[in-house]
């Protein structure tokens, strides 16, 4: 929330830190009488150690920190020599603080547990409340928001035992700033009106306005903007009052943002211009860098509203004076006072409002700087951060490339979406953690890893502290580990997108087109606030420039797409026809000229989100007029291909005549609930027909055989059972994302051991091999992006579960024409043209992802 920095700030002077000032001060006095009557050294010692590290805390630099760190635990041994629990208690507080300001948050942990059962021995309520607060604010800020719930509540009750009013508040405060982030408004809203009086009668003004401006807040989320409005107007003068520069540019933001809520646009426009002085004002970015980064967002989403997304604001020049100047070189001090974040953010809205003032160039170079910034920062994010980080951001992509396409920078604009939309195949291998071949290559990503990990924490814990310090070691930590992620990309290649897609990549992709072979990539733009949802299809041939087609597209396309993917999934579906037909006519029609004047013998598909989902090949054109019913598998084989397929298209062609040779794997376990019946007769039928060709049946399929006999054999067969999801496949009995074998489940993290070099094809027959993997859009590319970086140069697998008869034969077909001499493409539209009159259920699930040639 905005003013969450506000309050933690306000939370370690009033509450955190005075409590350790007032614990030494107590300290000091008890020593003093003591050593009144014991003088003792060992008690001077400690004392000098524990007040020369309150000296060094009180200056706040990382250094001073460490420094005071230290001397702590210099000081601390020594109370535990001398049986002093209480100023044990203090020390161990104050080391706790120091490791949690350097977002050490578990080793800040550790020492607040020693000191509260100290603390609760000697009876000191004060120490133990400020203690439950501080391991409140760890979890709290590791986002374990119900155990940081338990400890303020722990907090409550001792804090009011000793009359501490201004903690009690502050407790309350943090406690309704939980349950606001919780979506709990109504309980918020409970804590913060029981803070608000308590702030009162302490005379707290910084601490009543936050207050305030949080119960705006809420009541600016609850669409209740006229009550917002009362609070933040309440909290505006008590921030004048204190000379708080942050606070009242703050305050002036979000009252000018409810104004633009409300359509005020002249009302909004004046507050955020009355704002940008005390922005201004702010002697020292680098200490409110990130109090500041909150708002910034808010400041530019609001102007860009303002000057006209979607609407015609600006261009009605009679609602007020616009100077877009002004607006420029105002955000110049967002950008250097944004932090990299804030920079992204700040760009990309001045982006925007410098394409709605008919800025373009303008417009594609911030949006560019911002996108780059936001890799950079996305490169370095753990899993679990990362697709939101995308999804928070990709209206900026989408942005970005609208305009691109609109200027007619076509190049441009297909670097921009492959840069942006093939991140989550990456993020599926860090997902599983999948491994490389190189022992090399696989210890430099681990210590890669580690240092990601530490960025990670110290990225989350910049909130608590915007010393310059602290923000200086972190920005450099970042560089470092940026630094490294390129040093390992060039060192081996091999595990390059798994740092991201560059632009050398694309050029790559581009040039590594082979004959004879059309490239389409359909983009969605879709999503984002005033821009028509809008289909981009890019067209690239062997040596030709970037070419493409824009069109608009029904808002309901996603769920037409979910419909006809349910019908596929059918055989019983009779109506799939017409939606097959519609969605030819979205996805292909405008392109199909363009494609027909290249005159392909193979169309390749780069498809990303929800269409990787999408069988192409059974889209139908419908021509009455001439009476043409065709499929588009009936026109052109078609194969798939992902980031990393560019390292098998720029490898040179096969040139071998010989027949294909088949190592092939099938029902490893013959019972149930793993009995594949139907996968023996397959390979049975499979190695009968090619001479050479090797099978492994039952038993036999076993792991060591596998990786004994794979390097033999340009095409691998696998007709068995994958789990590769997230979770186990329960009703199979198989782990998570791993492969059957007769001896083990393999993990296919692990893909790059299985010996692999050299594979022409994968082929993973079995029912659910290539089941979707989540809603994210990743499936099947998944899967096959995996095996693709463990060597294959392509792999087929299944989009759904599949008829056993139906699999068979297109298997056996499939084999047979290779064996013709047939491309990999041209032998799977072969096959699956013998069962184009069933439904596609039945020939259709099985696509090539790779090289077809």
């Not at 980031?643 to 013959?670: C, D, E, H, W, Y």
């Not at 184009?836 to 696509?847: A, E, L, T």
Request: glycine residues 6%; positive net charge.
């Amino acid at each position: 929330m905005n003013y969450k920095l506000l309050f933690l700030l306000l939370l370690l002077s009033s509450l955190l830190l005075s409590d350790v000032v007032r614990a030494a001060s107590k300290t000091q006095d008890l020593q003093i009488a003591q050593q009144l009557t014991q003088p003792d050294a060992t008690r001077a010692a400690a004392k000098q150690a524990l007040n020369e590290g309150l000296e060094l805390y009180k200056q706040g630099t990382a250094k001073s920190l460490r420094q005071a760190l230290a001397k702590w635990q210099i000081a601390l041994p020594l109370w535990q020599k001398l049986g002093d629990k209480f100023n044990e208690a203090n020390t161990l507080l104050g080391i706790g603080k120091v490791y949690s300001e350097l977002g050490e948050k578990q080793q800040a942990l550790l020492y607040y547990n020693q000191a509260l059962p100290l603390y609760r021995a000697v009876g000191d309520r004060s120490g133990g409340a400020a203690t439950l607060n501080n391991i409140g604010l760890v979890y709290d800020a590791l986002g374990k928001k119900q155990q940081a719930l338990s400890y303020y509540n722990q907090a409550l009750p001792l804090l009011r035992a000793v009359g501490d009013r201004s903690g009690e508040a502050t407790t309350l405060h943090n406690i309704g700033a939980v349950y606001s982030e919780l979506g709990e408004k109504q309980q918020a809203l409970l804590y913060y009106n029981q803070a608000l009086p308590l702030y009162r009668e302490v005379g707290d003004r910084s601490g009543e306005a936050a207050t305030l401006n949080n119960i705006g807040l809420v009541y600016s989320e609850l669409g209740e903007k006229q009550q917002a409005l009362s609070y933040y107007k309440q909290a505006l003068p008590l921030y004048r009052a204190v000379n708080d520069p942050v606070g009242q540019a703050t305050t002036l933001n979000k009252i000018a943002g409810v104004y633009s809520d409300l359509g005020k646009y002249q009302e909004a426009f004046f507050h955020y211009t009355k704002a940008l002085p005390f922005w201004q004002d702010v002697s020292n970015f680098s200490e409110k860098v990130e109090t500041l980064n909150f708002n910034i967002p808010a400041i530019l989403r609001a102007l860009s509203n303002i000057f006209g997304v979607g609407n015609d604001h600006y261009k009605k020049a009679s609602i007020f004076p616009v100077n877009p100047k002004l607006l420029y070189n105002s955000s110049l001090l967002f950008i250097r006072a944004g932090g990299r974040y804030g920079e992204a953010t700040t760009l990309a809205y001045r982006g925007i409002v410098s394409q709605n003032t008919n800025r373009p160039s303008e417009a594609i170079t911030d949006l560019e700087k911002s996108l780059q910034i936001n890799l950079e920062l996305r490169r370095g994010l753990q899993q679990e951060n990362r697709q939101k980080f995308l999804q928070q951001n990709d209206w900026i992509a989408i942005a970005l490339v609208n305009i691109l396409i609109n200027q007619k920078k076509y190049e441009q604009a297909f670097a921009w979406v492959n840069l942006f939309s093939t991140a989550d195949l990456a993020d599926y291998n860090r997902l599983i953690n999948a491994k490389v071949a190189n022992p090399e290559a696989q210890q430099a990503i681990d210590e890669w890893n580690q240092k990601n990990q530490q960025l990670e924490s110290l990225r989350q814990q910049l909130q608590n502290n915007s010393s310059p310090d602290f923000t200086q070691n972190f920005r450099q930590l970042e560089t470092q580990v940026n630094q490294k992620a390129t040093e390992i990309s060039r060192q081996f290649p091999e595990v390059a997108e798994l740092f991201e897609t560059t632009p050398a990549d694309i050029d790559k992709l581009k040039s590594s087109i082979p004959a004879d072979t059309v490239v389409i990539q359909p983009v969605l733009l879709t999503g984002v606030k005033d821009i028509p949802n809008s289909l981009a299809i890019f067209i690239l041939a062997n040596n030709n420039k970037v070419d493409v087609i824009k069109k608009t597209i029904p808002d309901d396309f996603n769920q037409l797409l979910n419909q006809y993917l349910e019908q596929l999934e059918n055989p019983g579906s009779h109506d799939f026809g017409k939606t097959s037909s519609t969605l030819y006519n979205i996805l292909i029609k405008d392109v199909e000229e363009k494609i027909r004047n290249l005159r392909p013998k193979q169309l390749s598909i780069i498809a990303t989100g929800k269409l990787r989902y999408l069988p192409f090949e059974t889209l139908k054109k419908i021509d009455e007029k001439n009476k043409e019913h065709l499929y588009l598998i009936q026109k052109y084989p078609i194969n798939y291909l992902t980031r990393i397929s560019t390292s098998s298209l720029s490898s040179p062609k096969a040139t071998t005549k010989q027949a294909p040779k088949v190592l092939a794997f099938g029902n490893p376990v013959p019972r149930k609930p793993q009995n594949l019946p139907g996968a023996e007769t397959e390979v049975k039928e499979i190695t009968n027909k090619l001479p050479g060709s090797e099978a492994y049946l039952g038993s036999k399929a076993t792991l060591a055989n596998f990786k004994s006999q794979a390097l033999r054999f340009n095409f691998v067969h696998l007709a068995t059972h994958g789990c590769f999801q997230d979770t186990d496949c329960k009703t199979l009995n198989l782990k998570n994302n791993s492969l059957l074998f007769a001896d083990t489940q393999y993990n296919i993290a692990d893909a790059a051991f299985l010996g692999l070099k050299g594979t022409q094809l994968l082929t993973l027959s079995a029912c659910q091999t290539a089941k979707k993997i989540d809603d994210k859009g990743v499936g099947i590319s998944g899967v096959a992006y995996i095996f693709e970086r463990a060597g294959a140069k392509a792999v087929m697998a299944s989009l759904w579960s599949v008829d056993d008869p139906a699999t068979q034969k297109l298997m056996v077909d499939f084999y047979a024409k290779l064996q013709e001499g047939k491309s990999k493409g041209e032998a799977l539209q072969q096959a699956k043209l013998q069962q184009i009159k069933r439904h596609p259920y039945y020939w259709s699930p099985f696509v090539i992802i790779g090289d077809a040639r």
